[in-house]
T-cell receptor
Framework: GQQVMQIPQYQHVQEGEDFTTYCNSSTTLSNIQWYKQRPGGHPVFLIQLVKSGEVKKQKRLTFQFGEAKKNSSLHITATQTTDVGTYFCAGISGTYKYIFGTGTRLKVLA | ETGVTQTPRHLVMGMTNKKSLKCEQHLGHNAMYWYKQSAKKPLELMFVYSLEERVENNSVPSRFSPECPNSSHLFLHLHTLQPEDSALYLC????????????????FGPGTRLTVT
């Protein structure tokens, strides 16, 4: 079945360093969404990408959708302790089935 | 606060118990979802409802039984669970069902942390 893998699984960075997580799908996606889950919390929607090659920015966060619409990335510039959490991508192929990625857990060391 | 509430927040139950999880959304959404989140596993979609009608049952064991009496409320009835069913159960809603070309973000509730002993 369709799978969405994320790498790395875990990432520890010093505050101020950059961070990137990658999302790879086994099939072409119609769009992709990114969510953040703080420790002990629930997933919160960050952004949606629809077009091939699309790049969107939210302050220090940059989201990219691959040209083939099978991969995506989230890059955080100059991480802060508030960035701690698990970042999930969710690929949507076909109708309403969200396939969530395995998640990347980010820890920021002050 | 996302506008999606879940009760209880924590639940410990024995394998022979029957319990129910409740989800309520105050967003006027038409689609609701149940997910299971286990440690070191991706979020697993369990059930999808659109306007109170179930549209997806993702090969979930019959010991989990969903109910959607109206578009604002969603229940997950539990009976004779197994220890491996211990997980965080998340409810989510979206404005509409995801169908191309429109896609809608999901709003998640805080979850119910379930422990089966």
């Amino acid at each position: 079945g369709q799978q969405v893998m994320q790498i790395p699984q875990y990432q520890h960075v010093q505050e101020g360093e950059d961070f990137t997580t990658y999302c790879n799908s086994s099939t072409t996606l119609s769009n992709i969404q990114w969510y953040k889950q703080r420790p002990g919390g629930h997933p919160v929607f960050l952004i949606q990408l629809v077009k091939s090659g699309e790049v969107k920015k939210q302050k220090r966060l940059t989201f990219q959708f691959g040209e083939a619409k099978k991969n995506s990335s989230l890059h955080i510039t100059a991480t802060q302790t508030t960035d701690v959490g698990t970042y999930f991508c969710a690929g949507i192929s076909g109708t309403y089935k969200y396939i969530f990625g395995t998640g990347t857990r980010l820890k920021v060391l002050a | 606060e996302t506008g999606v509430t879940q009760t209880p927040r924590h639940l410990v139950m024995g394998m022979t118990n029957k319990k129910s999880l409740k989800c309520e959304q105050h967003l006027g959404h038409n689609a609701m979802y149940w997910y299971k989140q286990s440690a070191k596993k991706p979020l697993e979609l369990m059930f999808v409802y659109s306007l109170e009608e179930r549209v997806e049952n993702n090969s979930v064991p019959s010991r989990f039984s969903p109910e959607c009496p109206n578009s604002s409320h969603l229940f997950l009835h539990l009976h004779t669970l197994q220890p491996e069913d211990s997980a965080l159960y998340l409810c989510a809603s979206s404005l509409e069902l995801e169908t191309a070309p429109k896609r809608y973000e999901q709003y998640f509730g805080p979850g119910t942390r379930l422990t089966v002993t």
